[in-house]
């Protein structure tokens, strides 16, 4: 057996020893640096505080149309779901039946105005004979008896007349306002009128209700809030409105209010409150459910943060917040309105609050983050 020399087995030992030193130098745990995350301060800027609710639009004008006279129907002129005028002749009604009325009681009224005009002659007549002495007091009576009889059939004559005429021009059905058509619900050479006939509807495009609903508790901040500006009942008609439909950003439709109900529902707590606005483009229809706000103070401070920065758990809504030692917390806040993308926040947060922006999944409450500050308004865009 060949024996190593003492020289060189110190050496191995001595570079086993080295080596393995270094293995274990090369295995320590060495920590990942803190995950980067993006920071912002609210924002502190005046806004206006807006009650908002949701509502539905109502038509200024919806009427049925009936045959007021009996007949055949003997045309239509509008077709159906056309824009329509005052005034425009919509269905016409066998007129020559009541045409001919109309001409029989034209005759008996002039018959009964020649009556007339004969009988004062007659009584003027005996009304000079009798200061004569040369006609008897009964024969003036009797004249002045026939002129007052026809007096009151000419009366009588004019009033068939007036209603000759009246049911002669409802033999033309009009259209009472401007507006859209509905389909015709009877056809041409339907006997109408026999009994109240349905022949269509017309229906006010323009302008156009909204009609909402209100809390008790805002009818009466809303009260305070105008006895504190001395408005009186005719300013509230006056107050701007905006609306949304459902698939519109924001409100882009402006209008006023024009009614308040003057009590308050006891079933509901609610007070029942109209809109009115321009719809001359006829985009908004009878039966929209629509977003409804109404300014109720100008010039309010806030904090506004933007709004991704907002979570929610079972205790609310929160915000992530880096502090002075780089690390995360969670705070709840109470929210306000959506102003653009930022959110006002109630309460919850101060003006020196760096709140997450970004990066939110990174950043777990209790741990450092690396925070980079941002504005608020870049990080809402």
């Known amino acids: 057996m060949r024996r190593i020399p003492l020289s060189t087995g110190c050496a191995l030992a001595l570079g086993l020893v080295a080596v393995m030193a270094g293995c274990k130098k090369g295995n320590q745990f060495v920590p990942p640096p803190p995950p980067k995350v993006s920071v912002a301060q609210p924002i502190a800027e005046k806004i206006t505080r807006y009650l908002t609710a949701t509502g539905n639009t109502a038509a200024v004008n919806s009427v049925d149309l009936v045959a007021r006279v009996e007949g055949f129907l003997q045309g239509i002129s509008f077709t159906d779901g056309a824009t329509v005028k005052a005034g425009d002749v919509l269905f016409t009604i066998e007129p020559l039946p009541y045409q001919a ?214 205790g609310g809504v929160y915000v992530l917040v880096v502090g002075k030692d780089r690390i995360v917390a969670q705070r709840h806040v109470t929210t306000g309105p959506l102003e653009g993308r930022l959110r006002v926040i109630e309460k919850g947060l101060s003006a020196d609050d760096l709140v997450v922006v970004d990066g939110l999944q990174r950043a777990v409450p209790g741990q450092e983050v690396d925070p980079a500050t941002v504005s608020a308004q870049d990080a809402a865009q």
């Open 101 to 314: 009325k109309l001409q029989q009681a034209q005759a008996s009224e002039a018959s009964a105005q020649a009556q007339l005009n004969n009988a004062e002659i007659a009584f003027n007549r005996q009304q000079s004979l009798q200061r004569n002495a040369v006609a008897s007091v009964q024969a003036l009576d009797d004249a002045r008896a026939t002129r007052d009889t026809d007096r009151a059939n000419l009366t009588q004559a004019q009033a068939s007349t007036q209603i000759a005429a009246i049911t002669y021009a409802y033999t033309r059905v009009l259209a009472p306002f401007d507006g859209r058509m509905s389909a015709h619900l009877v056809s041409v050479g339907s006997l109408v009128g026999t009994s109240p006939t349905k022949l269509a509807t017309i229906v006010q495009m323009n302008p156009i209700y909204v009609t909402f609903t209100v809390s008790e508790q805002d009818v009466q901040h809303i009260r305070e809030k105008a006895l504190q500006e001395g408005l009186t009942r005719e300013d509230l008609v006056k107050i701007p409105i905006d609306i949304g439909l459902q698939g519109e950003t924001g409100y882009p439709h402006q209008g006023h209010l024009d009614y308040v109900a003057p009590t308050v529902d006891a079933s509901t707590g609610t007070l029942v409150v109209r809109g009115i606005l321009d719809n001359a483009n006829g985009l908004l229809l009878p039966g929209y459910f629509v977003r409804v706000r109404v300014p109720l103070a100008t010039g309010v401070e806030a904090m506004l943060i933007p709004d991704v920065a907002l979570s929610a758990d079972q």
